[in-house]
């Protein structure tokens, strides 16, 4: 659990409350455009900004075996534990991490920069949690053209020249689009920014990266030849996938995962299998390239 919880830095030796926190906030924010500094003001609703993110996404480093969750019981722990009403939803992702979203009168970074206020309820509920953070995959974004060689060092210099020549931060992990192959010189790089202005301007200005100047594009998980996992159809993303469910093998309403065959008493393809064809229901695989459906999106293996 080391270096789990990202604590605010905060040096009060005095635990500020939720309300307290909301407030400096809202006094930071609200000196900006007031030029007369009042003395005591009266409690400000914080009104969120129109980007304003309202979700945080708790991690684990393996992937949480979290499967159910009593979203009202536990939305009650965190606003008791923060005084208040900050918290609107506590749900499972489909990638099983659990994600809290704050009521409308706050944001995700408010919510975070109380994390010691609410972490034990975390703690007390999902003890496999580690980590705290917004969601990043928002503001993701591919870079083209990037040298093979200079990423060798897990994309810390790409990292680094975002930040030095581009003031651009880059946010979690980044990866390639696509696995370089061997005597491949230039590939492309998936990554994520923080904010919405980051994303624009690389968008609108590329990135200035070990002295060449770089396209970037907005990351998209799927095309139109992207088959689901999911359902067997294509072209949509699959991880908002909400088709019924089929297998690739059997095309019966389960994860190819979860196939089984009874007599071998294993999962995944075997001598048994009566394949099925989710798609136009021929006895071929849902990915059989003889099938209509897979040369219909002019896929070819
Ligand atoms: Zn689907
Ligand atoms: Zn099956
Ligand atoms: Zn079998
Ligand atoms: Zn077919």
Redesign the pocket.
């Known amino acids: 659990m080391q270096g789990a919880i990202t604590k605010s830095t905060g040096q009060s030796p005095a635990k500020k409350t939720y309300a307290q926190a909301v407030t400096s906030t809202a006094t930071a924010t609200s000196a900006a455009t007031t030029t007369t500094a009042g003395t005591t003001t009266k409690k400000k609703r914080l009104e969120p900004k129109p980007q304003a993110i309202s979700k945080v996404v708790l991690t684990a480093e393996n992937t949480p075996t979290i499967v159910t969750i009593d979203g009202k019981a536990v939305r009650d722990q965190f606003n008791k534990a923060l005084n208040g009403n900050v918290v609107a939803r506590v749900e499972i992702s489909k990638r099983n991490n659990i994600v809290i979203t704050t009521t409308k009168f706050y944001t995700a970074d408010q919510f975070l920069e109380v994390q010691n206020e609410w972490w034990p309820v975390v703690q007390e509920n999902w003890p496999e949690i580690q980590k705290a953070e917004k969601p990043t995959t928002w503001n993701k974004l591919v870079v083209h053209g990037i040298p093979v060689e200079e990423a060798s060092d897990g994309f810390e210099k790409f990292k680094t020249e975002c930040k030095e020549y581009n003031k651009i931060q880059v946010i979690g992990k980044s990866r390639w689009l696509i696995p370089p192959s061997e005597d491949q010189k230039k590939a492309s790089i998936v990554f994520s920014v923080e904010s919405e202005q980051e994303k624009k301007a690389c968008l609108k200005n590329g990135l200035d990266i070990l002295g060449i100047g770089l396209k970037v594009v907005n990351y998209r998980p799927y095309s139109t030849t992207t088959q689901c996992n999911r359902c067997q159809s294509f072209g949509h993303n699959p991880t908002t996938c909400r088709l019924t469910i089929a297998c690739r093998l059997c095309a019966k309403p389960h994860y190819t995962k979860q196939h089984y065959?009874k007599?071998?008493k294993?999962h995944g393809e075997?001598?048994?299998?009566v394949a099925k064809c989710a798609n136009c229901s021929q006895n071929h695989l849902a990915d059989h390239p003889h099938c209509e459906a897979v040369k219909a999106v002019g896929l070819s293996y």
């Open positions: 065959c007599e071998c294993k075997c001598n048994h299998l």
